[in-house]
């Protein structure tokens, strides 16, 4: 399957304009999209990336041949996902752990349509916001967004995950808008307890880490988030809880020009249960329904 990691490299660099942003979408490194583009355009004999020092652009062979390879992708996966998919009569019991607020929003659902799918199957759901080894607390799968790892733990990266700093209008006009990740010092901090006090952003020279004094710290994002539409200081959510109030405009994204660096849903599944094939279900259903880019985006 050379041939199709090989487009999709293509598609990637095609749609963000560069082999950095590629890698990080589709979660290598930078130097893996270069080799695969190398390998496409040695296959197809033509140069289909125009390469300058600030810039990436299609060549005109890659901007035709740019619709029909999306079109195959994107027909070459329908039929692997339906050859994979799991048979309907799964049955047995899985322990399965997520966090509180992505469970509430969006995970819950997915995993009604997934036990709606396998009614044979039971499922234990707990809810927590907190690194966990799911071999020593007994858990089949645990989705995360914490990038602890642990032995004889295969992490399955399941979709990217987007964070932004923000805080309401009426905290931004009473107390000014930050300029720089150090003017957190001067502001009132909504910080999430399980991540620390901490708060790392990217810049051109560099990553910039600030360490914060919460005015309010909780173990639940909602808790935050009401606080921070309560105008009571600038909170760092992550996209699938700050997306909808930024866009009614009840919050108000600051420091865009420092991005904080892309983490990753993804689950933990002890390796001795990984090949299960209700483990395997469950995980092809999570993949299918976050997909590359998350419904909250």
Not at 140 to 154: E, G, I, R, W
Not at 202 to 212: H, T
Not at 222 to 237: P, S
């Amino acid at each position: 399957m050379d041939t199709l990691t090989n487009l999709k490299a293509f598609l990637a660099v095609a749609s963000s304009g560069s082999f950095s942003a590629a890698a990080r979408q589709i979660g290598v490194a930078p130097s893996v999209v270069t080799k695969r583009i190398d390998q496409l355009e040695w296959t197809a004999k033509v140069e289909l990336f125009a390469r300058t020092t600030r810039r990436v652009a299609l060549t005109e062979a890659g901007q035709r041949f740019l619709p029909r390879v999306r079109a195959a992708v994107a027909e070459l996966d329908e039929v692997l996902l339906e050859m994979a998919r799991p048979r309907r009569d799964l049955e047995g019991h899985l322990r399965v752990k997520v966090p509180t607020t992505l469970a509430i929003l969006y995970l819950g659902a997915i995993l009604a349509r997934f036990q709606a799918e396998h009614p044979r199957l039971s499922l234990d759901v707990v809810l927590a916001d907190r690194p966990l080894n799911p071999i020593e607390e007994g858990f089949d799968l645990a989705v995360t967004v914490f990038p602890a790892s642990f032995s004889n733990v295969v992490d399955e990266a399941l979709c990217p995950l987007r964070r932004v700093v923000c805080a309401s209008p009426a905290y931004l006009s009473r107390r000014g808008m930050p300029q720089h990740p150090r003017d957190l010092v001067e502001h009132d901090i909504l910080n999430f307890l399980p991540t620390g006090p901490i708060w790392t952003f990217e810049s051109d020279r560099g990553p910039i880490g600030v360490e914060v004094a919460p005015k309010l710290s909780a173990n639940d994002s909602q808790v935050l988030l009401a606080a921070a539409c309560e105008g009571n200081g600038i909170v760092l959510l992550p996209s699938y809880v700050a997306t909808p109030l930024l866009r009614s405009g009840e919050l108000q994204e600051v420091l865009k020009a420092f991005p904080l660096p892309e983490i990753w849903v993804k689950a933990l599944v002890p390796a001795n249960r990984v090949q299960i094939p209700r483990v395997q279900a469950l995980l092809a259903a999570l993949r299918e329904s976050l997909g590359q880019t998350p419904p909250w985006e």
